[in-house]
């Protein structure tokens, strides 16, 4: 099951599927709500460019827009 970009705080990847909306744009990996002081650098995601699915060249996790 995807997560949503709003939930608790966690790390990168937790998981590998994160489901975002457009009001959490502009999308970022590791997500503002992740701890990021022990993760790769902050990268920023075309996903709406990309045809509304984006994958973080450092750790993986892929992204999917859904609305």
């Known amino acids: 099951m995807a ?3 709003s939930s608790a705080p966690s790390s ?3 998981q590998k599927v994160y489901e975002v909306h457009r009001a959490d744009l ?3 990996c590791p997500l ?4 990021v002081w ?8 075309s996903i ?6 984006s994958k973080c060249p450092y750790c993986g996790a892929d992204y999917v827009l859904v609305d």
């Open 38 to 45: 022990n993760e790769h650098p902050r990268v920023y995601l």
């Open 32 to 35: 503002p709500s992740m701890a």
């Open 12 to 14: 990168a990847p937790a």
């Open 3 to 5: 997560q949503s970009a």
């Open 26 to 28: 502009p999308l970022s």
């Open 48 to 53: 709406v460019e990309d045809g509304g699915r």
